[in-house]
Each structure stands twice: as C-alpha cells, then as structure tokens.
C-alpha cells in the first residue's frame, strides 16, 4: 500500500509495508494515548484532537521523516494515517506550515 504525500508542489510516495500495516498497531495506539491527553497543533492548542487532528499531526510529523530521509519512521506515520482514516490515499501537506490547513483525499 502507498500514501501519496503532496509536499509544496512535490508528490512524494510513501511506500506501506503490508508488516506496518499488520503490526503497528501498538506504535498508533501510543500516538493516539499521548494525543488523547492534549495537543498542540500548530499555534492551536486542542483538548482531545478528532481523528482528523491526530491525522494532520501525524502529517506534519510526516513531512519532517520524509524531509530528514527517515523511511522507517514515514512509513509508520502514513501506516497511522490509513489506519485511522480508512480509505486515504493522498495527503496535502499545508506548505506553510499550519498542519490543521493538511487536507486528506479519499479513494472513489
């Protein structure tokens, strides 16, 4: 599986392996336990972040794995965001930042 990730004018694909799918579980529950408790999104504080909260936090952390080169970690984060967002299939990061601006586009 893959999430395509749109960064500034770029499409970065982020390839899903079928293992991050099946096991990671345990890493998107720990994302979801300290999002529970509170989260600041960009300059927002948000008392208990919805789904789509938790997802464009998990963008945003995205786009910086994909920048500093870290696949394992872009790999887990976009295995979040397909997990808690059933049916995403790309994702535009907000190129100036603001990650509640992050827009995710469902499959057909």
């Known amino acids: 599986m893959k999430l395509d990730v749109y960064l500034d004018e770029e499409m970065v694909p982020v390839e ?3 293992e991050v799918l099946d096991n990671g579980e345990s890493f998107f529950a720990k994302m979801d336990e300290d999002m529970a408790r509170g989260w600041k999104i960009g300059p927002t504080w948000v008392e208990n972040p919805d789904l789509e909260q938790r997802a464009q936090v998990a963008a945003d952390r995205l786009a910086v794995a994909i920048e500093t080169g870290n696949k394992r970690l ?3 984060l976009a295995g979040y965001i397909v997990s808690r967002l059933p049916g995403v299939k790309a994702v535009r990061i907000d190129p100036n930042g603001e990650p509640l601006n992050t827009e995710f586009w469902r499959g057909a």
């Open 74 to 76: 872009a790999s887990l």
């Open 16 to 18: 899903i392996p079928r």
